[in-house]
């Protein structure tokens, strides 16, 4: 983009995070997946994606893909079935821990719903906005607002999400009530959270 400005760039990719936020909510919603800690095995399940553990791999069938795949954290390989498309996502369930595998499926899922897959290679960009979905998804910023938590360590303990990622909701929402107020929704939060209280 030869001619954009540095804030138009901002305003650009604000505009991609944004949709983030509601895509997570989107698929939460259509799913119907109202509670927390998000149940995110059982959310990938029903979009339809087939999850495999490396623990459940042969040590051909781990080096075959360590051959191909950046195996650190986990990844998603979308073929073709029968007229439809299937989603094979393996994750590292040996050397990371249960937060850490939890948010690593949140992370395909973006990939998935977002028809990432289907592009021939993904930017950086889209590695980013899919961990920006991850959070949304594992930790909807509606909640947080709505229960009011005030640390990073009740963010842990609300939603099965590492310290880390805590940390980073834990400013992300404090910089948005600094900017919107303690206990500004939108419009699109207080319809998610109308859900919440209907079917939870
Ligand atoms: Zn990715």
Redesign the pocket.
């Known amino acids: 983009m030869p001619f954009c400005t540095a804030r138009m760039m901002t305003e650009f990719s604000k505009k991609q995070y944004d949709k983030m936020t509601r895509l997570a909510l989107d698929v939460l919603s259509d799913y119907g997946f109202f509670r927390f800690p998000l149940d995110v095995f059982a959310l990938a399940k029903k979009i339809g994606m087939r999850l495999i553990p490396y623990s459940a791999l042969t040590f051909e069938q781990y080096m075959t893909l360590y051959h191909e795949y950046d195996m650190k954290l986990g990844?998603t390989i979308s073929c073709p079935e029968k007229g439809y498309i299937i989603y094979d996502t393996y994750y590292n369930d040996v050397d990371l821990r249960e937060p850490t595998q939890r948010f690593t499926i949140a992370?395909?899922i973006k990939?998935v719903v977002a028809g990432d897959l289907l592009k021939r290679d993904?930017t950086e960009n889209?590695?980013a906005l899919?961990d920006f979905f991850a959070k949304s998804l594992l930790a909807p910023q509606a909640i947080i607002v709505q229960e009011g938590l005030g640390s990073p360590e009740e963010y842990v303990k609300r939603f099965r999400i590492s310290q880390q990622s805590a940390e980073y909701c834990y400013s992300a929402t404090e910089n948005r009530k600094s900017a919107f107020g303690e206990t500004f929704l939108f419009d699109y939060e207080r319809e998610f959270l109308e859900r919440v209280r209907k079917y939870s």
Do not use: G, K, M, W
Request: charged share 40%.
């Open positions: 990844f992370h395909e990939h993904l889209d590695e899919a």
